[in-house]
Each structure stands twice: as structure tokens, then as C-alpha cells.
């Protein structure tokens, strides 16, 4: 393999011919050309623009919380946009925060700041980027409610900067996850609010999680797998997506290492043995039986990158 040497004043740590596993929050996913770490909005435009140079296929991938890697790998690059130190900044009510940081520690600093309401994002794996291009949310509140701009650069390395609405956000969607922009920065306008009452939320929300939801800290996971589905309910209100693999009998699944949750229908498991390909193989069952039962099929929260046995012959994405 021809390696693309990176100058060394572009600062970048990258690891040739390296395993995506560690980078996911399910520790699975074979082998890419080459995983490059960026942490700031120059670095990866930096990266961006020398791969474009190079004629290099790319993808970008934040936590790895929301995704499940083919064994076999991918055959290109892989840019991963993530900071263990969060890069925010308070600027009035105003919080501008780069894309790879945590979502978790976006939610910590507005509540130190007595800025809310973000408490109903915390628990959730993943960063503010990744958390923007799927409009992360929870007990029926979403990211994109509190997003005022995004900064992003495209695949053809061009910056871009847009308002909210421009992303056109939808029940865990946006116009990112087809245009494969990638947020280099973010603005949420929030409003002062009381700390004691939002550092009170944010307890609950994480005791709530805690009920229901696996570590995904400590143990291999992605949260929930398919959408709350679509019923008709008034103010668009969704039935959950558990409830119906409750009724086909989810929590007894199994496919090789991979199973569901015992106390969540909607979370795929992996043992120490566990296969991509075995997550897979069992979320097209779960929604197999929820079609043969109901009707109408789930549509997947969690993401797909490379190449399954399955996988359907129409698609050309390597993030699907």
C-alpha cells in the first residue's frame, strides 16, 4: 500500500493500515487504509483539503457511538473529529463549541453556566457534530431545538456556514447524513436558567438512563437501534420502538455474540465473541418479526459502515 505522507506541520496523529474497533463504542470494525485523529476545526480542514489534494476516498466518524463497523474494514481513509477536551465558549447566551466535542461535556458546561436547557441530552453518548447531523434527543426534546448555526466544511473541502433551519432536521435526521458535511463548529442559543434546577434535571435524566440503558462506557453497545416509530399520535408524538419488539419477543433474541438487552427490547449487545455481521444478521430479524407482526418496518437509528453479507445491492454509501 502507497502511503499519503501528511507534513508534519498539519499536526495529526495517524496509524496506517489500523483497526476501527477501538474507535466504536461496540469495539468491532476491521481494518481502514489509514485512521486520522483530529480534535480541532483546522486540523481536519487541514486533513480534508490534503486528501482531497491526494485523491483520497475518505469517511469521518466521531465517538463511534452510533455506528457498527464491517469486520472486514473499510477501504479508504477514516478521519476521526473527537476531543477528550472540550473546546466551548460562552459568548453572552450563546455557547460556540467545536464539532468534536463530547456531547456530554456540551450539556456539563451550559448547566455549570446556568444556560439551559440541554439536561435532556445527558447520558448520550457520541459528539456535538455527530449529535447535530442525526438530531440526537430524548424524552421528546431534540438537539436542533436549541441549534442556532452550524459551521461545516464539505467533501470538496469548501466551508459553509448555515442557520439551523437550513438542515432541514427531521426525527434523528438532517440533510448532513446525505450530504456527508461535516460540522467543524456549532452556536446554541440558550437562556439563563436557574442551576440548581437544571443540575436537578440532569440527575434524573442520568437516573432514568441508568434504569433502562447498558453502560455503553463499560459495556459494547450503541443505545437504542431503530427509531421510535411513526403512528399517527397527536402533536408528533412517537410510539417507541421497544414496545413493538417487545411484542415479537426481542429480549429473547440471539444471533451468535450478539443479543438484546434484557431490560431495553431496542439495544443490540455483543459478547466477546461477537461479529459485526452477528448485529446485523440480528437487527434484520428484530425487524423481520416486527413486519410479519405489524405490518410496517423499523427504520435503524444505528448506521452501517462498509460491506455486510445483506446488505442491500442498491446501496453505494460506505456509511449506510
Not at 460562552?90 to 446556568?114: A, H, M, P
Not at 413493538?244 to 443479543?259: M, S, T
Request: proline share 3%; glycine share 8%.
Amino acid at each position: 500500500m502507497v502511503e499519503i505522507k501528511f507534513p508534519q506541520n498539519l499536526s495529526v496523529n495517524i496509524q496506517y493500515d489500523s483497526e476501527l474497533a477501538p474507535f466504536t463504542t461496540f469495539k468491532l470494525g476491521g481494518k481502514a487504509k489509514g485512521i486520522i485523529r483530529c480534535s480541532t476545526p483546522q486540523q481536519l480542514q487541514n486533513v480534508v483539503d490534503h486528501l482531497i489534494k491526494n485523491i483520497s476516498d475518505f469517511i469521518v466518524i466521531g465517538g463511534g457511538s452510533n455506528i457498527v463497523v464491517s469486520d472486514a474494514g473499510v477501504n479508504c481513509f477514516v478521519i476521526r473529529y473527537f476531543s477528550d477536551i472540550p473546546f466551548i465558549e460562552r459568548q453572552n447566551d450563546d455557547v460556540v463549541v467545536f464539532g468534536s466535542t463530547k456531547l456530554e461535556d456540551l450539556v456539563s458546561f451550559s448547566v455549570d453556566q446556568g444556560l439551559g436547557d440541554l439536561s435532556f441530552a445527558s447520558g448520550i453518548p457520541g459528539t456535538v457534530g455527530g449529535a447535530i447531523c442525526g438530531n440526537a434527543g430524548a424524552f421528546g426534546k431534540q438537539i436542533s431545538e436549541y441549534l442556532r448555526s452550524v459551521s461545516i466544511i464539505t467533501r470538496s473541502g469548501e466551508l459553509k456556514e448555515f442557520d439551523a433551519e437550513e438542515l432541514c432536521f427531521d426525527y434523528r435526521d438532517s440533510i448532513l447524513k446525505r450530504t456527508q458535511d461535516i460540522v467543524l463548529s456549532a452556536r446554541f442559543s440558550l437562556l439563563p436558567y436557574d442551576k440548581d434546577i437544571l443540575t436537578e434535571q440532569r440527575v434524573k435524566v442520568l437516573g432514568e438512563r441508568r434504569k433502562k440503558h447498558p453502560d455503553w462506557k463499560k459495556e459494547r453497545c450503541a443505545g437504542s437501534f431503530f427509531k421510535n416509530v411513526d403512528c399517527g399520535f397527536p402533536e408528533n408524538k412517537r410510539k417507541s420502538a421497544g414496545c413493538f419488539l417487545d411484542e415479537v419477543g426481542a429480549k429473547d433474541l440471539r444471533v451468535n455474540g450478539a443479543y438484546v438487552f434484557e431490560k431495553h427490547a431496542n439495544i443490540i449487545m455483543v459478547d466477546d465473541a461477537g461479529k459485526a455481521q452477528d448485529i446485523f444478521d440480528l437487527s434484520s430479524k428484530m425487524d423481520m418479526l416486527v413486519k410479519e407482526k405489524f405490518d410496517f418496518q423499523l427504520e435503524r437509528e444505528v448506521r452501517f459502515v462498509g460491506d455486510f453479507l445483506g446488505k442491500p445491492k442498491e446501496i453505494n454509501n460506505v456509511i449506510w
